[in-house]
């Protein structure tokens, strides 16, 4: 259900900066995007590898279209409505997205799979509009009951996405070993998903954010210490047909793309996968809705980008902008 880049050209992010040492740094296509590590005090290999390793083996869990996928076989379950063991990390990442789905009040929801696996944004082909009607009624995140180790469905065609939220997880989980290989000075860009890992060689990472309507240009910079910054925009994912654009990020109500005057949210948190729903929770709740849950949680800021490129920032945003 989200922000996923194709292209080498096109990223929500861009790094700049100069650098005082030649960084070790490799970037593979996978978990249906351009993941790109550098280390910055570290001249292993194996630890670099190991990192893009960490990402083929949660794909394996949390990717909803690969077949061999914990997560795919979940869905197509013959046996939905029966308690079904499920791993320690699907586990955890499904629970992290009901806690985001109830706190929007399901304005982000992550059973909404039954209608985005009807969008093919690869190959532009937009659902016929009955399809989308009939699965609206499968797409609730009450219809997930989550127990322990153990999840059940209540309704055989609900299905679960975690498309907004599992890379966030997963940048979490390359952090933390990365500093148990003693890796202090790292950046990890799963597709737009950043994640700081400590500074870069003693100054802040630089991070721009990219400008919705030119987006081979930023629209504005960050100076980032230890933290993650996630972008869900409308120009990351779309189909355009007939003067009409449609993005990925799907209104529930309708099974169609939400229509609130936003082009993005950019969230800066401490932990990568509280951004990464946070960013598709506030983009979904509008400038409004999404402002007031931003300022009223610690630790977190946000900015809103409208259609105009006119920005709106949360209390404690403005502090992070370079000058």
């Known amino acids: 259900m ?13 790094l700049c900066g100069c650098q005082k040492t030649t960084p070790l740094s490799s970037k593979e296509f996978c978990l249906d995007t351009i993941v790109q590590i550098t280390l910055y005090d570290s001249s ?26 914990e997560l795919y076989q979940l869905n197509h379950s013959l046996h939905k409505l029966e308690n079904q063991t499920i791993s320690k990390e699907l586990y955890q990442v499904i629970k992290q997205g009901l806690y ?6 399901g304005a982000f929801d ?11 944004f690869k190959n532009n082909t937009i659902p016929q509009d009955n399809l989308i009607k009939e699965h609206l009624q499968d797409v609730s995140y009450k219809n997930i009951v989550l127990e322990k180790n153990h999840l059940r469905f209540l309704n055989e065609q609900t299905m679960i996405d975690l498309g907004a939220i599992a890379k966030g997880y997963i940048a979490d989980q390359i952090k933390d070993y990365l500093l148990k ?5 790292a950046l990890i860009n799963l597709g737009g998903n950043i994640l700081c890992v400590g500074q870069k060689q003693q100054q802040p990472f630089l991070i721009g954010v990219t400008n919705p309507q030119e987006t081979n240009d930023s629209i504005l910079s ?4 230890d933290l993650s910054v996630v972008t869900s925009g409308t120009y990351q994912r779309y189909i355009e047909t007939d003067s009409k654009k449609y993005h990925h990020i799907l209104d529930p109500s309708t099974g169609y793309s939400y229509e609130n005057g936003l082009s993005a949210v950019t969230i800066i948190s401490k932990s990568s996968i509280q951004g990464d729903a946070l960013s598709t929770v506030c983009f979904s709740l ?27 920032y949360s209390k404690h945003f403005k502090k992070f902008l370079a000058n």
């Open 44 to 69: 292993s290999k194996n630890i670099l590898n190991n990192c893009f390793d960490l990402c083929k083996k949660y794909e394996l869990v949390f990717s909803s279209n690969n077949k061999k996928s």
């Open 100 to 105: 985001y789905s109830e706190l929007s009040n």
């Open 286 to 312: 509008g400038k409004e809705k999404g402002m007031k849950l931003l300022n009223s949680l610690k630790d977190v800021s946000g900015c809103f980008i409208d259609e105009n490129n006119q920005i709106t």
């Open 222 to 225: 960050l100076n980032i210490n």
């Open 2 to 14: 989200k922000k996923v880049l194709l292209s080498l050209l096109i990223f929500s992010f861009f």
């Open 110 to 120: 992550i059973t909404i799979g039954s209608i985005s696996s009807l969008w093919d």
């Open 181 to 185: 290989k003693n890796v202090s000075s």
